[in-house]
């Protein structure tokens, strides 16, 4: 289902990059990669920049080169406490809103940011994609809570162990969690939008952004191979 209009009330402020160069990706639906991994950054250097102030992007490389094709091509980068970086510096690279197939034009850029930082990735290191719902309504948003809710065990037989027990990626259904439970009857009691940000973010599905106009897919795991990221995605 493409998405050519948006619903009453609903945010329309995301810029899209497209093409209709190739058929890797058949939907026309927007979305843009989350990408946590490590990056050898001088510990003295990050520090100084801590210390004196500098943007995000400057805490991040003694090289002010190392990002310059990523933010060239709009993608965004910063750092991110919830990856253990026993590797490296913790990060999160963002990358544009994009339409199908125009994500295999950011590959190569992508590809060659990761051998320049010597990407690297552990088991605290997730790949989260946000997709746009700005065309549902608040009865599409219900519909696709409770397929999410139902078939949530599929989804997490797809990943490793040690993405199934994460504390940022939690099921909606885990037996004797309240929260859960809670979860379920806040969905179903929805008036507004706004109600929808109620729901525990670090769900594996994050529905709080959708006042914002996309939901956030949290469960793949993290990984420095493009392929798989381009096949998540």
């Known amino acids: ?37 490590m990056i050898q950054v001088p510990k ?3 520090q100084h920049c801590r210390i004196a102030g500098c943007n995000r992007e400057e805490h991040l490389t003694d090289d002010p080169s190392q990002h ?5 091509h709009e993608w965004k980068l910063g750092t991110d406490g919830s990856i253990s970086g026993l590797k490296g510096t913790g990060i999160e690279i963002r990358s544009p809103f994009i339409i199908g197939d125009a994500i295999l034009a950011q590959k190569h850029i992508l590809s060659e940011w990761a051998n320049i930082s010597k990407m690297q990735v552990d088991d605290s290191c997730g790949l989260h994609i946000h997709v746009s719902i700005a065309d ?3 009865y599409d948003v219900r519909r696709l809570y409770n397929r999410a809710f139902f078939y949530e065990d599929q989804f997490f037989k797809l990943v490793p162990y040690h993405r199934r027990n ?4 939690k099921r909606f259904k885990a ?19 706004s ?24 469960l793949a795991p993290g990984t ?10």
């Open 166 to 169: 994460n504390k940022y990626c």
């Open 1 to 37: 289902k493409g998405c050519p209009s948006h619903a009453a009330g609903r945010p329309d402020n995301i810029p899209i990059k497209a093409s209709n160069a190739y058929s890797f990706i058949s939907s026309h639906r927007p979305f843009r990669l989350e990408i946590e991994c």
């Open 44 to 46: 003295q250097h990050y």
């Open 68 to 72: 310059k094709l990523l933010l060239q």
């Open 175 to 193: 037996g004797r969690d309240v929260k859960n439970r809670i979860s379920y009857s806040l969905i179903k009691q929805q008036k507004d939008f």
């Open 195 to 218: 109600d929808v940000s109620r729901v525990d973010r670090y769900r594996w599905i994050n529905f709080s952004t959708a006042t914002r106009g996309s939901v956030e897919f949290r």
């Open 136 to 138: 549902f309504t608040l």
């Open 224 to 233: 420095s191979n493009i392929n798989l990221i381009l096949l998540w995605a």
